[in-house]
């Protein structure tokens, strides 16, 4: 089992967070793991982005090359577009459709989702009001996580207990916030 993941967004979207999950939930099923990470300017909507490669044999380098990426998950459209050229051939995108327009150019959001129908496996979903249905507004990053879920070979339970470890210091209501989101968001992302 190996599965090659760039997650991508704007800073302060919880990128970082969504990486430490599955690297935990990784962990937690036995895996190994490799993760390098590029932090934007948060205060500035600066771009955000992880490499993650997780394997049931050990991982030598923490870097995806171009085209062999299993999937790119990311919580901002425009996001996923700038690593489309790391994409593998069968690989899936699984993207938020709410944009963070942080910049004046910011293209229309019909003409990116256009750009995503192009791909042969692709989940675009409304993070932002599924977070928002399951009162967790600011968990949008785990409904993301959890619609990419169902395209990780790690199982349900490992991505729960990884939250909780991940979320406990902040109390119940947010990692039962966080589980919820994940939970909604696994239901959104099972392709049609």
């Known amino acids: 089992m190996k599965t090659d993941i760039i997650i991508s967004g704007v800073g302060g979207q919880g990128i970082l967070s969504i990486a430490a999950t599955i690297g935990l939930a990784a962990i937690d099923h036995g895996l190994y793991l490799k993760q390098s990470e590029v932090h934007g300017m948060s205060q500035r909507g600066g771009a955000v982005q992880s490499h993650l490669r997780i394997s049931s044999e050990k991982v030598i380098s923490d870097l995806i090359p171009l ?110 916030g966080n589980i919820k989101a994940f939970l909604e968001g696994k239901k959104s992302g099972v392709s049609i």
């Open 67 to 176: 085209g062999e990426a299993d999937m790119i998950l990311s919580v901002e459209p425009l996001e996923s577009l700038r690593y489309l050229p790391w994409l593998s051939e069968n690989g899936w995108l699984v993207t938020n459709t709410k944009p963070f327009v942080n910049i004046d150019n910011y293209p229309s959001t019909e003409s990116i989702i256009n750009e995503i129908k192009k791909l042969k496996h692709y989940i675009a979903i409304d993070a932002d009001e599924t977070a928002h249905s399951v009162s967790s507004p600011k968990s949008s990053n785990m409904v993301i996580l959890g619609a990419a879920s169902n395209y990780i070979d790690i199982p349900e339970q490992s991505f729960l207990i990884a939250i909780e470890k991940l979320f406990f210091r902040k109390g119940n209501n947010i990692v039962n």
